[in-house]
């Protein structure tokens, strides 16, 4: 029993020694923090940023402290690890609709879904905003894309499950005011075919 006590203890100081090797060896990250009130200006430095490596991780759109109402977005990158250059698209309207048809026509081009948000940007008002992302390194089958846009959430769960039955993944959902809309619950789901 004191052979068993001894040996334990032994391995316990080993394992305490390779610890510190263990944390050497974890990953590290580097991030780049991009924020603007204009879409434009966010699409060139998505891509910008693409061109060093990054890729998307999460976008807010809100009002911060010193830059007004603004979309916040964090790329990320693994230190050490080459990736295919990614290219991202920033889709933007104050319509639902033409966020369906340009949600559509940008898959069509093999760009997928990184996420949304409602921009206040200075010069268009209030708009629904998505990130899109076309990673060549991925052979995807093509995406249908499918926008649900009420100012009822009763509504919204009826469509939710209507576009499930069909096939539809769901993506996300927020809750926000566009210009023409007014105050609406927003969902964008897809599905792949062959």
């Known amino acids: 029993m004191l052979e068993f006590a001894a040996s334990m203890k032994l391995i316990f100081a080993l394992l305490a020694c390779l610890a510190p090797l263990q944390a050497a060896d974890a990953a590290k990250y580097d991030y780049r923090l991009l924020a603007t009130s204009r879409t434009s200006t966010m699409e060139k430095e998505l891509n910008e940023a693409a061109d060093a490596g990054y890729v998307f991780s999460s976008v807010m759109g809100g009002e911060t ?12 990158r693994k230190s050490g690890e080459e990736s295919a250059r990614r290219k991202y698209k920033l889709l933007a309207t104050s319509r639902t609709s033409t966020m369906q048809k340009e ?20 010069f268009g008002g209030k708009e629904v905003s998505v990130i899109m992302e076309k990673d060549p390194a991925s052979s995807k089958k093509r995406v249908e894309f499918r926008l649900l846009a009420t100012t009822r959430t009763s509504t919204m769960e009826k469509e939710l499950r209507e576009a ?21 619950v927003v969902s964008i789901l897809r599905r792949y075919s062959d």
């Open 65 to 76: 402290g010193i830059g007004g109402k603004e979309v916040v977005i964090v790329m990320a």
């Open 103 to 122: 949600l559509q026509q940008a898959g069509d081009e093999g760009f997928d879904y990184c996420g949304q948000t409602v921009f206040q940007s200075a």
């Open 164 to 184: 499930g039955q069909a096939g539809f993944e769901f993506l996300a959902v927020m809750v926000g005011s566009t210009a023409f809309g007014g105050k609406e």
